[in-house]
């Protein structure tokens, strides 16, 4: 059964699927804070997202959700394009108080045959969900903001590693591989979100791509205190002067 919250973030969703602006902004909290930069801050600017956009533009399924707290992740689909998106809620007094959303375009399957999202859909193993977020949390820290690839053992379990990402294949070693490349054009700065439920565990982060600013996400799956499955994708932030907000990607 769903909660509360997952309730009305289905029925917000709908509601946007049909342009329904006034049934949506119901649940929206009258202090909305909007992170989108390509959406206006507000209830009046979520308003005016779901009258001006194209119909198909807001054909969205739900992949897959976990909720934590006040933090609702969704991974979604648009039907129309492809794109691969996450989008994260916090609610407040049973109301959608601030959103977050990210993409990335839709991708044929990668070499391992894996799009960016199939896989399991639902959280498991829910006793298990503050300690696998302390974990991904260490696994971060140390992994990524620290550089520090010395201890894989502790996070890693022989060769296991399925990915999602477009044009990779599974394999911890070429996961391995493919970081020590993209270290050569990225940093990994701060984790600005981390929220999870069982054995999913989502990341949002800051860093840089080529010195330009941009947002990671990352959501993995923990099995046995070891990581053995990731989706996820970077995002640019645009250049400040093309915002429609000023709260910040993350």
């Avoid at 390509?38 to 009046?44: F, K, R």
């Avoid at 903001?145 to 999602?164: E, K, P, V």
């Avoid at 990352?218 to 250049?239: A, N, T």
Wanted: hydrophobic letters at 40%; charged letters at 25%.
């Amino acid at each position: 059964m769903l909660s509360g919250n997952l309730d009305k973030l289905m029925s917000l969703l709908a509601a946007i699927r049909t342009r329904d602006a006034k049934k949506a902004l119901e649940l929206i909290d009258p202090q909305f804070i909007q992170h989108s930069p390509d959406i206006a801050d507000g209830v009046e600017g979520l308003k005016q997202h779901i009258v001006d956009s194209p119909q198909n533009r807001l054909q969205i399924s739900v992949v897959r959700v976990i909720e934590d707290g006040p933090f609702v992740v969704a991974q979604l689909k648009s039907e129309d394009s492809g794109e691969n998106m996450f989008a994260v809620f916090r609610f407040q007094a049973g109301l959608v108080a601030e959103q977050w959303v990210f993409s990335s375009p839709g991708a044929p399957p990668n070499k391992s045959g894996h799009t960016q999202l199939d896989g399991p859909s639902k959280a498991l193993h829910l006793d298990d969900t503050e300690a696998n977020k302390a974990f991904v949390r260490r696994y971060y820290e140390a992994f990524h903001l620290a550089g520090d690839r010395t201890q894989n053992s502790q996070f890693f379990t022989a060769d296991t590693m399925i990915r999602h990402e477009p044009g990779v294949r599974d394999g911890l070693a070429e996961f391995l591989r493919d970081v020590e490349v993209l270290m050569q054009h990225r940093t990994i700065d701060a984790i600005e979100i981390l929220v999870g439920q069982g054995d999913l565990v989502f990341v949002g982060a800051m860093g840089t791509h080529e010195r330009n600013a941009c947002a990671y996400l990352d959501l993995y799956r923990v099995e046995k205190d070891k990581i053995v499955e990731h989706w996820g994708f970077p995002q640019l932030v645009p250049p400040q002067s093309e915002w429609r907000n000023s709260n910040g990607m993350l």
